[in-house]
């Protein structure tokens, strides 16, 4: 695989910040993460678009990805898409439609998902659902190309043809 990767893992929940709810998925994420790099940030931060613009700011460069969970959704206070977007250079659309794919494989609810992903910088940023079932299933389907589009981020310019490893199962 190469270099292990650095993260941060950054949970969007009101009520994870206040104390009132145990995050669950920050957790899940950082464990699942363990055989690819070291989460050097972890934080529950509010439902708020400019605590999360700041955040992920202040994250870039940093870390080789972000991965946020929580606030995808449709309730008014779910903002993190609208932060990531003013915060990224460009979207990475494929990483999202990945994941909303997957998740239709088991529930209609996952095309309400307004997750993205894209770069910053050098870093780049995908948005989780904020569910454990939806972190799960969005990770299984995007963890293994993170080493490669950290790769391309940072400048690497060898050839992206697919290899036989690289294709999803059955193909």
Known sequence: MGRKLSFGVLTMSDKGFAGQREDLSGPAIIERLKDFGDVIHYEVLPDDKEVIKAKLQELSNKVDVIITTGGTGLSPRDV?????????????????????????????????????????????????????????????????????????????????????????QGK
């Open 80 to 168: 993190t898409p609208e932060a990531t977007m003013e915060v990224i250079d460009r979207q990475i659309p494929g990483i999202a439609e990945a994941m909303r794919l997957a998740g239709l494989q088991n529930t209609l609810h996952a095309m309400l998902s307004r997750a993205i992903a894209g770069q910053k910088g050098s870093t780049l940023i995908v948005n989780l659902p904020g569910s454990l079932k939806a972190v799960d299933e969005g990770l299984q389907v995007i963890i293994h190309v993170l080493p490669h589009a950290v790769q391309k981020i940072k400048g690497d310019p060898t050839d992206c043809g697919i290899m036989d490893q690289d294709r999803p």
